[in-house]
Every structure is written in C-alpha cells, then in structure tokens.
C-alpha cells in the first residue's frame, strides 16, 4: 500500500467517523428533546424524579454507570498512547469491552429493579421515558463495546492502527456526554 | 456482497431494486385511482388477487384503500425516489465524477443496500399479515397508527433499518468525496451533481435519526404499552384506553416532519444536481453562476431543517412559533429561486441539442417550478387553513416529486445510459416516452389544484360523493384515472426502450462530448474505474473553451 492510499484511508475513517458521530448526535438529541417536550407539557411531572423512592433504589446503576464509562474512556485513550508509542499493550486493552458489559449488566438490573417497583414503561410516561432514553444509551455502549473487543482480540499483536483508537475514544467521549446530559436532565432537573 | 463493493454493480442494484418499488408503488396507485375513478365499482379479478377479505366481489375495502395509499406514498418515498436518487445515482456516478476509484468504504455501502433491500421487503410482504399492511398514511400520526393493526409495527422497523441503510451510505457517500477526490480536484471544482449528492448525504444523516427515534417512541407504544404519543383520557368508540395517558401526539408530528420535511430536499437536491449536468451538456454551456448555484444548494440544504413545522400550522401553536416557521418557509424559495434562475440562464446563448435527456431536463424546470410555486400558499397560516388537507397538497407535493424529480431522474438514464452500458437509448422511442409522460402527467396532477380549491379532502375513500362541494369534480376522476393508465402505458416504451438498447443500441462512448470526469474514461468504467488516475487542472464545465 502506498503512504498516499494509506493517508487516504485515513482521512475517510476520521470524515466517516465525525459523520457517523454527527447522526448519532442527532438520535440521542431527537429522543432527548421527545423527553423534555413532554415533560415541559406535562402538569403533573413537575417533581423532580429525584424525589421518587424509586430513584434511590437505581442509584448504583446511576453512580456504576458513571464510572463504567469514565473508565471505557480514560482506558481508551491509555490505549491509544501506547499504541503511538509503540509500547506493547497490556491486558487494560480488554477494560473498554469490561465496561460495556458493566453498563449493560447495571442497567439490567436498575430495569429490574424499576419492573419490580411497578414502574414498568407502561407505568408513566416518565418511566417510559427512562426505559428509553437509558436503554438507547445501553445498546449504544454495547456496540462501542463490540468494537472494543474486536479491536482488543486484534490488538494480540499490536495491529491496531492508532487513529481508529482516537475514533474509538471519540466515541467513548459522546457517549459519556449521552449518560451526563440523561443523568442531569432526568435525575437533577 | 463481494460484487456489491464495486460501486458500480451498487449503483445498478439500487436501481434495479428501486426501479422495482417504483413499478410496486404505481400499481398500488391505480387500485386506488379506480376505487376514486369509479367508487364502489368492482374492479376485475381483484378478489382474486387480493382475497374476499381485502376485495369482497371485486370492491375494494376502504381497510384496504388505505393500506394502498399509505404504501403508496411510504414505497414511492422510502423504496423508490428516494434509493433511485441517491443510492443508485449517488454510489455509480459520483466516484467517476470525482475521479476515485470505488467507494471509500465499499462494505458500508453494500451493507446500505442490503438493510435496504430487506427493509423494503418486509414493508412489502406487511400485505399478507392478518389486517394487513400499514394503513395511516405515511405520515402515521398517532393516536390512529398506534391503533393500526400489525402492518404499522412492520413499518416502524422498516422505517428503523432504512435509517440505518441510509447512514451507512451516506457515510461511504461523503468520506468519498472528502478522501478520494483526484488530485487538483478542489471542492469549487466538484461537478454540482457532486455537490447536490453531497447535500443530499447530509440531510439523510443528520435528519432521518429524528424519524428513527419517533419511530422508536411509536414501537414502544405499541409493543410496550407505553404512552408517549397517546394524551390522558383517549377514549375509542366510547371506550377509554387501557394506557397510562400523559403523552403528546404532536411529539410525533415534530420529528416526523424534521425528517420528512428534509426528505422533500432530498428527492430534489439530485434532480437538481442532474439537471445541471443534463443542460450543461446538452446547451453546451458552462453552468451560470457555479459558486452561486454551490451557495444555493448549501443554504436550500441546511435551511431545509428549520422549516418543518409550517406542516402543522393548524395544531393550535403560538403566534411567535407559527410566525416564524411562515418566515423560514418563504425563506427558503429564495435558494431554490437562485437554482432554478441559474439554470436558466445557463440556457441563454447555448447551442441547444434538443435530445431525450434535455427535453426531461427542460421540463423539470416549468414542473418544478410549478410544484415550488404551489408551496407558497401552503406555507402561510392564513390560506393553510383553507388548502390544508385537500387535493392541492397532493397536487403541489406531486408536481415536485412525480414530474419533477422523476423528470430528472429519467434526464438521467438518457444521459447517462451510455456510460453504464456503452449504447445510447433510442431518441425516437425516447420522445414518444417524453411527450406521452408529460402530458399524461400533468392531466394526473393538475385538476388536483382545482379540486383542493374547491375544498375536496384528499382522504375520502369516495372521493367525496357524500359531499355536495366535491359533486362538480367527481366528474374528474375518471380521466385522471386514464390518464394514470396511459402514463404506465408510457413507461411500458421506456422499459422496451432500456432493454432494447441494452443489447442492440447505437455504440457511443461519450455522445455528448461531456467534460465532466466520468466521461474521462471507457464506457461502460472498467474495474478501478480509471487505467490512468486522473489529474484535475480546471473547471467542470468546459464547453466554451473549445474543449469538448
């Protein structure tokens, strides 16, 4: 391959990647803004659901999911260090794929916890809301997680080209924007 | 999969594919022109196509009527125009025209097409579910889709995974033109078909995930028993919904229409984008104007997605919110206005060849305009209130879509038929197929404004019979149901056209001496598109220079 098809290549991951960020942008922030016109219409939605005893129960997966994503991101870039370095990498390659299970599993059971609860999504609107908004959020780490571990199983012997790290990390980046702006707009607002 | 990553072979599947939805969506289109031609009039052997439960004695039920005309708009939108426009048009000739050789991510545009093409068959085979397919028009407000019977629920994942198809090949679409364009290719020196694709790209992107998240909320309440869309205290015949209330159908609306309203930009942008490779070519011309024309189409594109609201004028929104969607709404003629001017004058002082493909060209312009025009009274609350939801809707939309983007779109099989197969189509059947398709067009569309005028309702299955103000037009219908006949008849002379000239058409590799990169190399591309990579040094449009 030539440096210039190489350079090429490169360039269209970095334009398809900021595109394909751009639409996921344009589908958190479309169910986002389903979310608030609701609840700015609503009349009887005006407590904050952090009042709600229910909220205590799901606060491990709120402050789990938190550090879940924190840790898919700082380890990501860690990785993508190494990687411009040409350090060998270690076995924290595999902690992005970690912690998309973790998110998963701890919304599994906050989803429990809420069924139990009876605040299934047929509930209220502000439980289907949740069921929405945080299970959108939960597939998509799953899928950054699927790509971490395929990276990762790649990666056995340092062939993970360090853009698609950076992409990989952008990735992280919007996600843990995605959780910050649920966590604030349905826990605190 | 393999043969799918040549962008070519792409380019043909989705409009083979597409070409197959547009023949679906028009024959569902004449079963219900008949129902509206001759109302409660069996139609010859339709029970036995359609079965007793759909067509009892040969009569369509209005169930059925409407799944016909739901499926009509969601296949001719979603399946046809819109994959026919930009996938099939978009993967095939935009790499040549930039000189690159294939897609830059090749097995994110077969993925494309194959989540599309699956899409499009489980909206089809939604006919054979028990109630049948989607039957709330394809705009499914909800109380009423979330009502519907199964059908609807196969619509919301088709509707899911066409979003996704279109992504990926936007995606691919755009990273090519960002990363593989040929060296001295600048972005002033894009073909607009180019940049009209690359515009059109766009709006898919970052529109459709607003449809795909409505269509998330609309399976949730209709799978989950949730109620984003469903108000508190909904009774049906009497009976209140078992739901917990508390939802905002007008939600639906808002991310319908931010998606939809763009679409309407999306079938135009690339008919545009032909149309100027169609006159260019074919007046021998430089385009009027480029910079201006690549500044309009970037402004219709972008302005595009504040105006989506001037579709609920009527829901009871705020003075301030009603003003200023009545204000973008006219803004946004402004950018189209400049296309359509530049291309015009684009004419002036050509030498024009009066070929199949210019006559198509040509024609767009006045339909277009047409079709535009229309739009401007639609978009003021004032005489919304009297048009919307009559027959002038139906005819301002279709005179953008029907012989607008479809003139453009046949402008370019003309045109460019000789680049995929190496043979030109035959001019004579091609102006018999011109002629026939737009007066039979027009006769299909016209008498729509003058039926919304006179205050017909565009969804009464009778077509208004009951209805003292829809009386004098009824007399209408059948015609325009003829002339719907006679318009397929038309199409008929073009399929024998295409396949005739397929194998035994006049050999030409470049017969209109066009400047533009695709022509740069054999016809039809070979594998890698160019023997020698391509070294821009000018303009596109070079048919003044004593170049072509």
Not at chain 1, 166 to 182: A, D, H, K
Not at chain 2, 502 to 518: F, H, I, M, S
Request: aromatic residues 12%; hydrophobic residues 55%; proline residues 6%.
């Amino acid at each position: 391959m030539t440096p210039g098809v190489d350079a090429r290549r490169t360039r269209a991951a970095d334009a398809g990647t900021w595109l394909f960020l751009a639409s996921l942008v344009m589908f958190y922030a479309s169910l986002y803004s389903g979310y608030v016109l609701l609840r700015a219409g609503s009349e009887t939605w005006t407590t904050p659901w952090l009042a709600r005893p229910i909220l205590w129960k799901i606060q491990p997966f709120v402050v789990s999911n938190t550090l879940w994503l924190v840790l898919a991101f700082v380890n990501t870039r860690q990785w993508r260090l190494a990687a411009a370095s040409g350090a060998p990498r270690s076995i924290g390659v595999w902690l992005p794929t970690m912690a998309a299970s973790g998110v998963a599993l701890a919304w599994t059971g906050a989803a429990d916890a809420m069924l139990k609860a009876g605040s299934g999504p047929a509930a209220s609107v502000a439980a289907a809301s949740w069921f929405v908004l945080t299970g959108a959020l939960a597939l998509g780490v799953l899928g950054g997680g699927l790509v971490a571990t395929w990276w990762a199983w790649r990666d056995r012997r340092s062939e993970t080209p360090v853009h698609a790290l950076r992409q990989l990390q952008r990735y992280w980046g919007l996600m843990l924007v995605v959780w910050f702006s649920i966590v604030v707009g349905m826990y605190f607002v | 999969m393999t043969r799918l990553t040549d962008h070519k072979t792409l380019g043909i599947a989705y409009a083979n594919t597409s070409g197959v939805f547009m023949v679906v969506g028009f024959l569902l289109m004449l079963l219900f022109r008949w129902q509206l031609a001759w109302p409660g009039q069996p139609i010859p052997i339709a029970t036995a196509i359609f079965g007793e439960t759909n067509a009892p004695g040969g009569i369509l039920l209005p169930e059925f009527y409407y799944q016909l005309v739901a499926m009509h708009g969601s296949v001719m939108i979603f399946l046809a125009v819109v994959p026919m426009a930009v996938g099939a048009l978009g993967s095939y000739f935009v790499p040549l025209q930039i000189g690159a050789p294939g897609l830059a991510f090749p097995r994110l545009g077969a993925a494309g097409y194959l989540l599309y093409l699956a899409a499009g068959l489980l909206m089809a085979a939604s006919f054979v579910l028990p109630g049948g397919a989607a039957n709330s028009g394809w705009t499914s407000y909800p109380p009423l889709a979330i009502l519907a019977s199964s059908g609807q629920t196969v619509w919301l994942v088709g509707i899911l995974m066409l979003g996704v198809s279109s992504m990926l090949g936007a995606i691919s679409l755009l990273a090519t033109i960002v990363a593989y364009r040929a060296p001295g290719l600048t972005l002033m020196r894009l073909p607009f078909f180019v940049w009209s694709q690359a515009m059109t790209a766009l709006l898919l992107l970052l529109a459709f995930p607003a449809l795909q998240a409505a269509a998330v909320f609309q399976l949730m309440d209709r799978v989950a028993g949730t109620s984003f869309f469903l108000p508190s205290g909904l009774a049906v015949s009497n009976t209140p919904l078992a739901v917990s209330g508390g939802g905002n159908p007008l939600l639906w609306q808002h991310l319908f229409w931010f998606l939809a309203h763009p679409e309407v930009y999306v079938l135009i942008l690339p008919a545009m984008g032909v149309v100027a490779e169609v006159i260019t070519a074919h007046a021998r011309r430089t385009l009027w104007r480029y910079g201006l024309m690549v500044g309009a189409v970037v402004a219709l594109g972008a302005w595009s997605m504040v105006v989506w609201a001037h579709h609920m004028l009527l829901t009871g929104m705020s003075t301030t919110l009603s003003s200023f969607f009545q204000i973008t709404t006219m803004a946004v003629s402004v950018p189209s206005v400049i296309l359509i001017t530049s291309l015009v004058v684009t004419l002036w002082g050509g030498a024009i060849r009066y070929t199949t493909a210019m006559c198509f060209a040509l024609a767009f312009l006045p339909m277009f305009g047409l079709g535009g025009v229309t739009g401007l009274p639609l978009g003021l609350g004032p005489s919304n209130l009297i048009l919307h939801d009559t027959y002038y809707v139906i005819g301002h939309f279709h005179y953008l879509v029907a012989p607008g983007t479809m003139f453009a779109l046949f402008a370019a099989v003309y045109h460019w038929f000789p680049k995929v197969t190496g043979r030109r189509l035959d001019e004579r059947l091609g102006l018999v197929h011109f002629l026939g398709s737009f007066v039979t067009m027009n006769a299909v569309f016209l008498p729509m404004f003058l039926m919304g005028i006179m205050g017909v309702n565009r969804r009464m299955y009778d077509a208004g019979l009951q209805y003292q103000l829809a009386e004098p037009t009824l007399v209408w219908n059948p015609h325009m149901t003829w002339s719907a006949v006679a318009l397929g008849v038309f199409q008929l002379v073009f399929v024998v056209n295409m396949v005739w000239s397929a194998k035994r058409g006049v050999p030409a590799e470049n017969p209109w001496q066009a400047t533009t990169l695709e022509w740069a190399t054999s016809s039809p591309p070979p594998a890698g598109n160019f023997a020698v990579p391509p070294v821009v040094t000018g303009a596109p449009y070079r048919y003044e220079e004593g170049q072509a």
